[in-house]
């Protein structure tokens, strides 16, 4: 595609339940990263990866946090049993490779915990 | 612990006026610093990307400098426009490539 695409772009949950969140990267980037921004902050780094594997998933808040991306392209972020805190945006962003390249975001998923 | 600050929180100066952006930080072993643009509830965009070797990179209007030595980096806009309005973040990566983000400066400009 022509940029990185994240659905949906707004999620509305109750507490406890568990979600999903989609990025789809532009063609051909290697890496791919997750990142939370909460309301007037910067972003903060959840997890990386470099081709199908996990390279650096030290962001992660807790293990109710997890990523996959099992054919190196698309990825999903799963959140089980959700919590107000949780509430944010969730920004995904690739790169063609793990080194000194331009990273492209998307536009976001906003996740709403109530 | 890797930090990245950034001055001053917010910002606001009128059309046509310059502008520079501050940002200090503690990352390391240091492998690159960028300058990111976000529009209110837009992803960011990248405006410039600098190396331990590098000390000044431009981009249009926009003007990054590093001093690796201080740990310090900035971000000059020249002849702001309405448009620059936004959020600037600075972006130190370590040589494994995992980013720290500053939380950013607000941009206002007023016509």
């Known amino acids: 595609g022509a940029g990185v695409s994240q659905t949906p772009s707004n999620k509305v949950t109750e507490k406890g339940k568990y979600v999903e969140l989609r990025c789809d990267p532009i063609?051909?980037?290697?890496?791919l990263y997750w990142y939370r921004q909460s309301l007037g902050q910067g972003p903060e780094f959840l997890i990386y990866f470099q081709g199908t594997g996990a390279a650096d998933d030290s962001g992660l808040p807790n293990d109710r946090f997890f990523a996959v991306r099992p054919e190196g392209s698309v990825s999903t972020l799963k959140i089980q049993r959700t919590e107000r805190g949780d509430s944010a945006v969730y920004l995904c962003?690739?790169?063609?490779?793990?080194?000194?390249?331009?990273?492209?975001f998307g536009q976001g998923t906003r996740l709403t915990v109530v | 612990k890797n930090q990245v600050e950034q001055s001053p929180q917010s910002l606001i100066i009128l059309e046509g006026k310059n502008c520079t952006l501050q940002c200090n930080y503690t990352v390391s072993p240091f492998s690159n610093l960028r300058w990111y643009k976000q529009d209110t509830g837009r992803g960011p965009v990248s405006l410039t990307i600098?190396?331990?070797?590098?000390n000044t990179k431009s981009n249009g209007r926009y003007t990054a400098t590093l001093d690796a030595d201080t740990k310090q980096s900035s971000l000059h806009i020249t002849a702001s426009q309405l448009s620059d309005s936004a959020s600037y973040i600075c972006?130190?990566?370590?040589?494994?490539?995992?980013?720290?983000f500053g939380r950013g400066t607000s941009l206002i400009v007023h016509p």
């Open positions: 972006v130190v990566s370590t040589r494994d490539y995992i980013p720290t």
């Open positions: 600098m190396t331990f070797s590098e």
């Open positions: 962003a690739s790169s063609p490779g793990g080194g000194i390249t331009e990273a492209f």
């Open positions: 063609s051909g980037h290697t890496a």
